[in-house]
């Protein structure tokens, strides 16, 4: 049976980015996260959330994080631990789509946090960044055989690729918005109708 796939733009994505103390998903610690909101294909600054998070004892921050973004521990101490952000990004998708660049790091880390935790993974559709850059090369490839741009799954090279300005990176909060620029560019240039168009 086939079921009816809602307008692109008819689910509420909430973009997210989350920054981390390395990228050993069973070791390090989640220490930052952002996440922006975006209706009927605008994004929503004004409902934006962001939040640094006190890393779990024995989960140290590496030195090669904090050259990317520039969090040391001392400015996560009076932050919220991991479970109470994890209620607070629950509760934001819970009825939306999860919209990250990469779901290979932000989702495996969410999941793992969950587990950690003993709260359930809620299960939200996802769409990544990374699949549509994929996509929309796949199709460029087809539609200009000739051509020779290879597509870049890095978040920044990936705007320059779609014509957007450069943004500071490693900020959680600026590369959801980020992201959430590069999907609104990627859906116009793969014509997505459909959310199953996106995924």
Same mark, same amino acid.
């Given at each position: 049976?086939?079921?009816?796939? !809602? ?10 980015? %989350?920054?981390? #103390?390395? =990228?050993? $998903?069973? &070791? ?52 919220? !631990? ?10 934001? %998708?819970?009825? #939306?789509? =999860?919209? $990250?660049? &990469? ?69 959680? =909060? ?26």
């Amino acid at each position: 049976m086939w079921f009816r796939s !809602p307008a692109w733009d008819e689910p509420v994505y909430w973009a997210l980015d %989350i920054e981390t #103390g390395g =990228l050993d $998903v069973r &070791n390090d610690p989640i220490i930052a996260v952002g996440m922006v909101p975006m209706r009927r294909g605008v994004i929503r600054l004004g409902e934006a959330y962001s939040t640094l998070i006190r890393p779990e004892p024995g989960r140290p921050i590496r030195p090669d994080s904090v050259r990317a973004h520039q969090l040391l521990a001392g400015d996560l101490r009076e932050a919220p !631990p991991l479970p109470r952000v994890l209620k607070e990004i629950d509760q934001r %998708i819970a009825d #939306g789509v =999860l919209l $990250v660049h &990469n779901r290979g790091i932000d989702v495996a880390f969410l999941k793992r946090g969950h587990e950690r935790f003993g709260m359930r993974w809620p299960k939200p559709a996802v769409v990544d960044t990374v699949d549509l850059i994929a996509k929309e090369a796949r199709r460029r490839r087809f539609t200009r055989p000739d051509g020779d741009a290879q597509p870049s799954f890095n978040l920044a090279e990936a705007r320059r690729q779609q014509g957007l300005p450069d943004y500071q990176a490693h900020d959680a =909060l600026i590369d959801a918005v980020a992201t959430a620029e590069l999907f609104l560019a990627l859906r116009k240039a793969l014509g997505a109708r459909t959310l199953r168009d996106l995924r």
